[in-house]
């Protein structure tokens, strides 16, 4: 039985771990850059980030995780596709949207593609300041 209670307490801890490294993005409140950046902050914090987005917005999270890819920040690990039922209130009826959700892990080089970039940043504001 206790075997059972530690299996429940440790499956509710990966749902509360998996809720604090998610972005939900979308297409008309902020720049695609923002996602990037906020990206690469959550998977030094958390080793990954889930990238989820309904609808339009889905054309934004490809795009997010593809930069950070070919950029050598990030290792795909998962997609998953579905559809929701979204209350519309105009219509008062549920309307079906697509939803993804990208899952990136940390690659190999992130650390040190990462100190790279700050490294960069400090020497520009260095410039800027003589």
């Known amino acids: 039985m206790e075997e ?11 749902v509360d771990a998996q809720k604090k490294n998610r972005i939900q993005v979308s297409n008309t409140k902020k720049p695609l850059f923002f996602y990037v950046n906020l990206a690469k902050r959550y998977m030094q914090q958390y080793n990954d980030v889930e990238l989820s987005a309904l609808g339009m917005a889905i ?5 997010v995780a593809e930069i ?5 920040f990030a290792i795909e ?7 929701v ?29 990462m100190a790279a970039a700050n490294e960069e940043k400090e020497a520009a504001e260095a410039q800027v300041q003589r």
């Open 85 to 113: 039922d979204i209350k519309d209130d105009s219509r008062g009826r549920p309307v079906q949207k697509a939803k993804i959700e990208i899952t990136l892990v940390k690659s190999e080089k992130f650390d040190e593609l």
């Open 59 to 63: 054309s934004t999270v490809v795009t």
């Open 77 to 83: 690990k998962k997609i998953m596709t579905t559809t």
């Open 68 to 72: 950070l890819k070919k950029n050598g």
């Open 4 to 14: 059972i209670t530690d299996g429940v307490n440790n499956m509710n801890l990966a």
